[in-house]
């Protein structure tokens, strides 16, 4: 198993114009640990998730990844975009769309960042493809186009493409929204394996019963702040933040049957 990363977040803030997204937000994600972020739509959970890879760049503070600071040589100085990439290749991520290429194969799908990236030839990232879409339980279905998978099949490949690369920190954006209620369990159950592994794993979900029992800490953000973090028993179970009651009693009234 690849070592597994850490991250730390300081004071970072950013803007969108003069929306402020994200406010002097703190976080420390342990190696090895499953980090989930929770919160109302609109929160700034997902911008924080892209400013961890600097898919979206921060106005101010600090995210470093096993100590190195990602986007920026120093305060205010870009890193070089060689320098970013090769940050990136140990951070994984996968987002609420598939973004799978609808001509190639679940096989092809998974190997094309291989071959491109990571410079391997075409039977060894056939292999590796092979090998992550086992992982995934997708054995019997890698020469299947997307069109020919359900949602949650065609998620999971999305999640063998980004474990393929062996990162040491995986990124998850809602990887369950887009997905029919029916669809959902079996990709929450591939990002369980990724847990029990030892994988660092961030990520943001509106899935409680996940955080609830994956997560090693859970943080509750809202309108661009981190308003608390803890164990799920302490943010999930045992609030004592009337917002994050508040949250949390609308979320159980819209799930209950």
């Known amino acids: 198993m690849v070592a597994a990363s850490s991250v730390e977040i300081r004071k970072v803030n950013k803007h969108y114009g003069s929306f402020h997204a994200l406010k002097d937000v703190d976080l420390s994600i342990p190696p090895g640990k499953v980090t989930c972020l929770i919160g109302p739509s609109g929160s700034g959970k997902s911008t924080l998730l892209r400013c961890v890879n600097f898919l979206e760049e921060y106005d101010s503070g600090e995210v470093r990844i096993d100590g190195t600071m990602i986007g920026y040589e120093a305060p205010g100085r870009k890193m070089s975009g060689r320098k970013l990439r090769e940050m990136?290749?140990?951070?994984?991520?996968?987002?609420?769309?598939?973004?799978?290429?609808?001509?190639?194969?679940?096989?092809?799908?998974?190997?094309?960042?291989?071959?491109?990236?990571?410079?391997?030839?075409?039977?060894?990232?056939?292999?590796?493809?092979?090998?992550?879409?086992?992982?995934?339980?997708?054995?019997?279905?890698?020469?299947?186009?997307?069109?020919?998978?359900?949602?949650?099949?065609?998620?999971?490949?999305?999640?063998?493409?980004?474990?393929?690369?062996?990162?040491?920190?995986?990124?998850?954006?809602?990887?369950?929204?887009?997905?029919?209620?029916?669809?959902?369990?079996e990709v929450l159950n591939v990002m369980k394996t990724l847990a029990s592994e030892g994988m660092t794993m961030v990520v943001v979900t509106h899935e409680m019963g996940f955080a609830a029992h994956v997560a090693d800490q859970v943080g509750f953000m809202e309108k661009g702040e981190l308003i608390g973090v803890g164990s799920p028993d302490r943010i999930l179970r045992q609030p004592e933040d009337p917002r994050i009651q508040s949250f949390l009693r609308t979320y159980h009234e819209r799930n209950s049957f």
Do not use: Y
């Open 88 to 185: 990136r290749r140990s951070i994984g991520m996968v987002f609420q769309q598939f973004n799978l290429w609808p001509h190639m194969t679940a096989k092809e799908n998974v190997a094309e960042g291989l071959i491109r990236v990571r410079g391997m030839s075409k039977s060894q990232a056939a292999e590796r493809a092979a090998e992550a879409l086992t992982k995934v339980g997708l054995a019997d279905k890698m020469a299947n186009h997307p069109s020919r998978l359900s949602g949650g099949q065609q998620q999971r490949v999305a999640i063998a493409r980004a474990i393929a690369m062996e990162p040491r920190l995986m990124l998850f954006d809602e990887p369950t929204s887009a997905l029919d209620p029916e669809l959902v369990g």
